[in-house]
């Protein structure tokens, strides 16, 4: 692909463009929309670290994602009109932990039931981006640090959030937020 791109001959930056040239942008436009429709939905850790999402991403309203791969107390990342949602299978253990804390004792008090759906408590679906700075948080993969409170641990400044996605250490203020999901099935999920 790459020889018979670069064998197309530029004409001068200020020219006028030549018809090739014009196919040869349609070719790359092309080219970008299908890598995007192959990355969404996937699991995608090396898009995650990019952040930098083709416009086509961003232009997906919508992501489904099948929840019966991911076992309990495991958490995957997939991309969300660009952004990283965390999907986490929370363990009877992690969603009592949440139930069970205090909102007095909360940098941005919110009850656990006001952050997962009625009768799916298991599953909890936040966006993946501390609400500092805007670094991804750890806590997905197996070897991730996931904090004091069992969540997830922002590396950039220490931030720590709980098995709800609640802040319980700063400097991040609030939460992770809640991206707007339903449940097309008990095993899969729409988020968009
Ligand atoms: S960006 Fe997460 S703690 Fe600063």
């Given at each position: 692909m790459a020889d018979s791109m670069?064998?197309?001959?530029?004409?001068?930056?200020?020219?006028?463009?030549?018809?090739?040239?014009?196919?040869?942008?349609?070719?790359?436009?092309?080219?970008?929309?299908?890598?995007?429709?192959?990355?969404?939905?996937?699991?995608?850790?090396?898009?995650?670290?990019?952040?930098?999402?083709?416009?086509?991403?961003?232009?997906?309203?919508?992501t489904e994602v099948t929840l019966t791969p991911i076992e309990a107390g495991q958490a995957i990342t997939v991309v969300w009109r660009g952004k990283p949602v965390f999907v986490r299978h929370r363990t009877p253990k992690e969603i009592?932990?949440?139930?069970?804390?205090?909102?007095?004792?909360?940098?941005?008090?919110?009850?656990?039931?006001?952050?997962?759906?009625?009768?799916h408590d298991q599953w909890l679906v936040v966006i993946g981006i501390c609400t500092h700075l805007g670094c991804v948080p750890l806590g997905n993969a197996p070897s991730d640090p996931r904090g004091e409170w069992g969540g997830w641990f922002c590396p950039c400044h220490g931030s720590q959030y709980d098995t709800s996605g609640r802040v319980r250490h700063g400097p991040a203020p609030l939460n992770l937020a809640v991206p707007p999901y339903a449940f097309e099935t008990d095993t899969k999920i729409k988020i968009g």
């Open positions: 670069s064998a197309t001959p530029m004409t001068g930056t200020h020219g006028h463009p030549s018809g090739g040239e014009v196919t040869k942008r349609d070719f790359l436009k092309l080219v970008a929309g299908a890598g995007a429709a192959v990355g969404v939905g996937a699991i995608v850790w090396p898009l995650v670290d990019s952040m930098n999402p083709a416009a086509d991403v961003l232009a997906l309203s919508s009592k932990e949440a139930e069970d804390v205090k909102l007095s004792a909360l940098i941005d008090p919110q009850a656990d039931s006001a952050r997962v759906k009625a009768g």
